[in-house]
């Protein structure tokens, strides 16, 4: 497994942009699939985005499509979602998650098996 720990959550207005960036810790970054979830309260936990290890595909849940944004920077062993254009619904709680399994862009939570600590997001309307 690999540690992750996400950071650049906050607090926004609808229409405002955030990065949330996910740091991999230890083992080999450029094998893993990486993805983005989010939670909001009293909900599952939903999947947002993934990049394959290859880089060269990507997936978005409907939801996000257009507005969201996943990339990685292998020198810095991070993975990054650019959000825009934010809604209220987007509000929630943004994990990261890592699988060394296929090529890497599951969209079900049992695909991964590490997962970071979990930033806030929160849009206000």
């Known amino acids: 497994q690999v540690q992750l720990v996400e950071s650049g959550g906050g607090l926004v207005q609808a229409g405002d942009s955030l990065r949330l960036s996910c740091a991999a810790l230890?083992?080999?970054?450029?094998?893993?699939?990486m993805a983005w979830f989010r939670q909001a309260p009293g909900k599952e936990r939903d999947f947002v985005a993934a990049i394959s290890w290859t880089v060269s595909i990507t997936r978005y849940a409907d939801s996000v499509k257009g507005r969201f944004t996943i990339s990685r920077d292998f020198a810095k062993n991070t993975v990054y979602l650019q959000m825009n254009s934010l809604k209220p619904e987007d509000t929630a709680v943004y994990y990261c998650?890592?699988?060394?399994?296929?090529?890497?862009?599951?969209?079900?939570?049992?695909?991964?098996?590490?997962w970071g600590q979990g930033t806030q997001v929160t849009v206000s309307s």
């Open positions: 998650a890592a699988t060394n399994m296929g090529i890497g862009i599951g969209t079900e939570t049992t695909a991964y098996a590490s």
């Open positions: 230890g083992r080999t970054f450029s094998s893993y699939g």
